[in-house]
């Protein structure tokens, strides 16, 4: 007997065992891919790309029958939504520059600038009606909807609230009473406009923060149901809420009136099949579809596209869960981690209820399918939200040793994009020290003692010793010791929630290096 030749090697050490050596080299490319420092940071541009893209091919599709039948340009409303992709880019690009610690300085005022916003859109003259709801701002070429803005200010202001709150230990009521009353309010403020399909989304938004920020499962539950109560009472009291509602229950009770748009919306996605018609061949366009281009453009996707169009989009915000909570649970930065996973799950909440009431799974609530859907600055606002993601992306610990150490790649590079900062825990703590001890001197008074004492302040000091009764020095001087602890008791009470304020202002700039070869090529 021969003795059996060994097998060789395959590339990396291991042994190739049959006919999986090919397979575990086509999927090992990509394993290595995703362990590239940048790869979040890719994977998040390249999301945002291909679904704007595929959104603009959906509008121009979906809307060129009716915006040609309506005496303009079959082009009309897809340059429109062009234009605004092209102030999206520049609002990712913008959002990609700006630092963390800028964001979250100026988390607050713009979030209370947001709610001003949703208050003057109600004034008459000031804000635009259209069809029964005042949300716009005609600002003459595009219309703003503060409501959109508000959900991105209160991602980041809320995420910077309950981070500083994390790193002070604070207890729940600290954590609820600054957020909840004001994510109320803005929901209060966008039910009177009417629009409870946004009112749902900043629910999301509000809920996710809550989530992510620790609160014990028996409150969040007891909040969770509160707000799905408060949906479905907001759901029946106005007309066309509760015919929705209806609609969905019953679908087949006015199949030409207010069950007509999700029944033709299930024809559509029934007509496309596996394949699909092919991309313009849509029937349901030709004005069997009221809105097709807005909020019911996954049923013409079904339809040209077919099953796997769907299949695709589905795929794509798979992904960008994926990655978003990859950035997530990657990310040191408290406030980082926060932000992005909240502002995922928002994103694809809203993109899982229009798929769903398209499919019928749900009511029909009017929520755009993010990127996807035309309309209004809903696309440019979206874009800006995934360009913050994309910036807490490159602030990942390898992604920061990397840029640090020149490591920057072609698109960086060709962006001239800033080196995120550097975030460490101990300049973290002596951030929120010096602001405690800040807090503490303006609270109680007293100016903070820096240098020698001046001789001012001993003669002023003279009196108080003078004052004290004679033959009772120790006495004296228990007494006093113990009227200063009451007083710093009292101004530390009284002091609590200005310190609580201003420790949220604090910025920590700094990663740790895990590895000493980290260190030397962060240099």
Same mark, same amino acid.
């Given at each position: 007997?021969?003795?059996?030749?060994?097998?060789?090697?395959?590339?990396?050490?291991?042994?190739?065992?049959?006919?999986?050596?090919?397979?575990?080299?086509?999927?090992?490319?990509?394993?290595?891919?995703?362990?590239? @420092?940048?790869?979040?940071?890719?994977?998040?541009?390249?999301?945002?790309?291909?679904?704007?893209?595929?959104?603009?091919?959906?509008?121009?599709?979906?809307?060129?029958?009716?915006?040609?039948?309506?005496?303009? $340009?079959?082009?009309?409303?897809?340059?429109?939504?062009?234009?605004?992709?092209?102030?999206?880019?520049?609002?990712?690009?913008?959002?990609?520059?700006?630092?963390?610690?800028?964001?979250?300085?100026?988390?607050?005022?713009?979030?209370?600038?947001?709610?001003?916003?949703?208050?003057?859109?109600?004034?008459?003259?000031?804000?635009?009606?259209?069809?029964?709801?005042?949300?716009?701002?005609?600002?003459?070429?595009?219309?703003?909807?503060?409501?959109?803005?508000?959900?991105?200010?209160?991602?980041?202001?809320?995420?910077?609230?309950?981070?500083?709150?994390?790193?002070?230990?604070?207890?729940?009521?600290?954590?609820?009473?600054?957020?909840?009353?004001?994510?109320?309010?803005?929901?209060?403020?966008?039910?009177?406009?009417?629009?409870?399909?946004?009112?749902?989304?900043?629910?999301?938004?509000?809920?996710?923060?809550?989530?992510?920020?620790?609160?014990?499962?028996?409150?969040?539950?007891?909040?969770?149901?509160?707000?799905?109560?408060?949906?479905?009472?907001?759901?029946? !009291?106005?007309?066309?809420?509760?015919?929705?509602?209806?609609?969905?229950?019953?679908?087949?009770?006015?199949?030409?009136?207010?069950?007509?748009?999700?029944?033709?919306?299930?024809?559509?996605?029934?007509?496309?099949?596996?394949?699909?018609?092919?991309?313009?061949?849509?029937?349901?366009?030709?004005?069997?579809? @009221?809105?097709?281009?807005?909020?019911?453009?996954?049923?013409?996707?079904?339809?040209?596209?077919?099953?796997?169009?769907?299949?695709?989009?589905?795929?794509?915000?798979?992904?960008?869960?994926?990655?978003?909570?990859?950035?997530?649970?990657?990310?040191?930065?408290?406030?980082?981690?926060?932000?992005?996973? $909240?502002?995922?799950?928002?994103?694809?909440?809203?993109?899982?209820?229009?798929?769903?009431?398209?499919?019928?799974?749900?009511?029909?609530?009017?929520?755009?399918?993010?990127?996807?859907?035309?309309?209004?600055? !809903?696309?440019?606002?979206?874009?800006?939200?995934?360009?913050?993601?994309?910036?807490?992306?490159?602030?990942?610990?390898?992604?920061?040793?990397?840029?640090?150490?020149?490591?920057?790649?072609?698109?960086?590079?060709?962006?001239?994009? @800033?080196?995120?900062?550097?975030?460490?825990?101990?300049?973290?703590?002596?951030?929120?020290?010096?602001?405690?001890?800040?807090?503490?001197?303006?609270?109680?008074?007293?100016?903070? /003692?820096?240098?020698?004492?001046?001789?001012?302040?001993?003669?002023?000091?003279?009196?108080?010793?003078? /004052?004290?009764?004679?033959?009772?020095?120790?006495?004296?001087?228990?007494?006093? $010791?113990?009227?200063?602890?009451?007083?710093?008791?009292?101004?530390?009470?009284?002091?609590? $929630?200005?310190?609580?304020?201003?420790?949220?202002?604090?910025?920590?700039?700094?990663? @740790?290096?895990?590895?000493?070869?980290?260190?030397?090529?962060?240099?």
């Amino acid at each position: 007997m021969t003795a059996a030749t060994p097998r060789r090697a395959a590339p990396g050490g291991e042994r190739r065992v049959g006919n999986k050596g090919p397979q575990r080299l086509r999927t090992g490319w990509f394993v290595a891919w995703l362990a590239r @420092p940048l790869a979040s940071f890719h994977l998040v541009v390249a999301i945002a790309v291909l679904l704007t893209v595929l959104g603009l091919v959906m509008v121009l599709s979906a809307s060129s029958v009716e915006s040609y039948a309506g005496g303009g $340009s079959a082009y009309s409303l897809f340059f429109t939504q062009a234009v605004l992709a092209a102030v999206g880019a520049v609002l990712f690009y913008i959002a990609l520059r700006i630092p963390m610690r800028v964001m979250r300085q100026l988390s607050f005022p713009v979030f209370a600038l947001s709610v001003v916003m949703l208050v003057l859109v109600l004034i008459p003259g000031v804000g635009t009606k259209v069809q029964g709801s005042q949300r716009w701002f005609d600002l003459g070429v595009v219309s703003v909807q503060p409501s959109e803005i508000a959900k991105v200010t209160l991602v980041v202001w809320g995420s910077h609230l309950l981070a500083s709150r994390q790193s002070e230990k604070a207890g729940y009521k600290d954590i609820l009473m600054p957020l909840v009353p004001a994510g109320l309010l803005v929901c209060l403020l966008v039910v009177l406009e009417p629009n409870l399909s946004t009112t749902i989304a900043l629910g999301i938004v509000l809920t996710s923060l809550l989530w992510f920020g620790g609160l014990p499962l028996r409150m969040f539950v007891t909040i969770a149901v509160s707000g799905v109560v408060a949906a479905s009472i907001l759901a029946l !009291s106005a007309g066309y809420r509760s015919d929705r509602m209806r609609a969905f229950f019953n679908p087949g009770d006015d199949p030409q009136g207010i069950g007509y748009q999700a029944r033709q919306a299930m024809y559509s996605l029934a007509d496309g099949g596996i394949w699909g018609r092919g991309l313009g061949q849509s029937r349901a366009k030709w004005s069997y579809l @009221p809105n097709a281009h807005n909020d019911f453009i996954f049923a013409i996707i079904g339809e040209e596209l077919g099953f796997l169009g769907c299949a695709l989009v589905l795929g794509l915000f798979a992904l960008f869960v994926y990655t978003g909570l990859r950035i997530a649970s990657r990310s040191v930065d408290p406030f980082i981690r926060l932000l992005t996973a $909240s502002a995922t799950t928002w994103i694809t909440g809203q993109a899982l209820i229009n798929v769903g009431y398209v499919v019928g799974l749900l009511p029909v609530t009017g929520l755009q399918l993010p990127l996807v859907s035309a309309g209004g600055s !809903s696309l440019a606002i979206t874009l800006f939200m995934f360009g913050i993601i994309a910036n807490a992306a490159r602030h990942e610990p390898e992604a920061v040793a990397a840029l640090h150490a020149g490591q920057d790649g072609r698109f960086s590079r060709l962006l001239r994009l @800033p080196k995120p900062d550097i975030y460490s825990p101990a300049r973290a703590a002596r951030a929120r020290a010096k602001s405690k001890a800040t807090g503490k001197s303006k609270a109680t008074g007293k100016p903070k /003692a820096t240098g020698k004492p001046k001789a001012n302040a001993k003669v002023k000091s003279a009196p108080q010793k003078r /004052a004290l009764p004679s033959g009772r020095g120790r006495g004296g001087s228990a007494e006093s $010791s113990s009227r200063r602890s009451v007083d710093s008791d009292s101004a530390r009470r009284t002091s609590r $929630s200005t310190e609580s304020w201003r420790s949220t202002r604090a910025w920590e700039p700094n990663y @740790p290096m895990k590895h000493a070869r980290e260190r030397g090529n962060s240099r």
